[in-house]
């Protein structure tokens, strides 16, 4: 007991019913699933769901679950291993190209039009000392060939 509070009487605050501002307020999810104060009891609470035995048809069963988990498994690893080498072999090689070659197209746009310019803040793209603009939505950035690229400059060099 307290010191200050006489016998019997509850302590202040708020009760079981009433919201104290940290958890549910009064309503069906006020009060625990289970436990001792839902009427369940210590440790009592929803079943859980039980695994029942068969007998020697399950032993033989659980033997054929464990050799199809595993050939499961090495014939997933096989096929994760072949594409692998597909794709180190026939995929990689082929985007390797496709991105030097934009690479390349991109040093010859850099080299041809030096005062090209792009904004990335306002999406366009424009010339240095120039007054016009494209809007990047027009062009196909990362396909941009050496001829896109000349007309894009001849529609900015326009009077």
Known sequence: ?????????????????????????????????????????PGQGPTPTRRVEYGADSADQEIANIVLGAAGRFIGKAIKNRMQRVAEERVMPTLNARAEQQRQEMAAIAQRYPELRACLRDQVIFLAGGTRAVPLSEVSLPQVTLAQADAIVARLRQP
């Not at 009487?9 to 006020?30: D, F, R, V």
């Open 1 to 41: 007991m307290m010191s200050g509070q006489a016998p019997g009487n509850p302590m202040p605050g708020p009760g079981p019913s009433q919201q104290s501002g940290y958890g549910p307020g009064p309503g069906p999810y006020a009060e625990p699933f289970y436990g001792a104060e839902s009427g369940y009891g």
